[in-house]
């Protein structure tokens, strides 16, 4: 895509100059001011005001342009990081159909030519395969396949053994698909780079499951211990356990998007073990936010 913008130092950049601008008029005024001794609306100063004016307004619409624009960025980085990974995930069924109809020709041959046992053999093979893909594939909401699947290749690629247990097709999901990537893929990643401290067995969980009020999910690695003074930390924007590797936003941007949405999300770690833990409130038709309420009622 060649060189991307930095749109947040072009803001910033952008705000800094305004202000300087600003501040640079009022210290021309008050120059002329205290050394010629001229009124601020008489002599050549009647067009201070007026630019000081046009500077302040600058200023102002510059620095609200900011946050807006920031947002907007993310959205898109999102935007094209789901799409990419709804093309992988495109691409890996393609292949597996590819697969499967030349390994169907195989299993056919074999049973032709009486190799029974030898046909067993290899549709188990590759049934596990497909079960792989297809542990993903639960949820009505592509891109959160796409992302878990891109995420299982990354892992599979290091040497990490990824178990996959999805049991909530997400229809129920309060916040939008693309916020819901965004928070497992950060966790995902921090999950990653955790075990790559690890020199044995490296394993990585993650379950997304329901029940009456909520979606929850579960992400585990058997990494190093998150020492207790560190558990709420990580969660605070800035910090970071990675010395020049990110800027320590990904973990405070999670628990901001869940806590927005009524939610939790907490971390707990123990020696071979640290869990993400999150929960999101359930979407509810309008029928059964009715009898939520009720039962709600009658448990007081």
Not at 47 to 61: D, E, Y
Not at 64 to 89: G, H, K, Y
Not at 182 to 201: M, P, Y
Request: hydrophobic letters at 45%.
């Amino acid at each position: 895509m060649g060189k991307k913008l930095n749109m947040q130092k072009t803001l910033i950049i952008m705000v800094v100059i305004n202000v300087l601008q600003f501040l640079g008029i009022i210290a021309l005024v008050l120059y002329e001011i205290i050394e010629n001794k001229q009124r601020l609306f008489g002599g050549q100063l009647y067009l201070m005001p007026l630019l000081l004016l046009i500077s302040l307004t600058g200023t102002i619409v510059a620095v609200s342009l900011v946050q807006p624009m920031l947002v907007m960025r993310l959205r898109l980085e999102q935007t094209e990081a789901s799409f990419s990974d709804i093309n992988r995930l495109n691409m890996v069924l393609r292949a597996q159909r590819h697969d499967f109809l030349n390994n169907l020709q195989v299993v056919y041959s074999l049973i032709e030519t009486g190799e029974f046992e030898e046909a067993k053999s290899y549709i188990e093979k590759e049934y596990e395969s497909v079960e792989r893909v297809n542990s993903v594939l639960k949820t009505k909401i592509p891109a959160v396949n796409a992302i878990l699947q891109a995420k299982r290749q990354m892992c599979e690629s290091r040497g990490i053994n990824v178990i996959m247990d999805v049991r909530s097709d997400l229809s129920e999901l309060s916040i939008s698909a693309w916020e819901f990537c965004r928070v497992l893929g950060n966790i995902i990643d921090n999950s990653i780079h955790a075990l790559g401290e690890v020199e044995e067995v490296r394993e990585l969980t993650i379950e997304i499951f329901e029940d009456l009020q909520f979606i929850r999910f579960k992400i585990s690695n058997n990494g190093p211990v998150i020492s207790p003074d560190l558990r709420e930390k990580i969660f605070e924007a800035g910090f970071t356990t990675r010395a020049g590797v990110g800027e320590g936003m990904g973990l405070a941007i999670c628990r901001r998007i869940i806590n927005g949405s009524g939610g939790s999300l907490s971390v707990s770690s123990k020696d071979g073990l640290t869990s993400f833990e999150g929960s999101i409130p359930r979407s509810l038709p309008a029928g059964r936010e009715v009898l939520k309420a009720k039962c709600d009622s009658w448990s007081i």
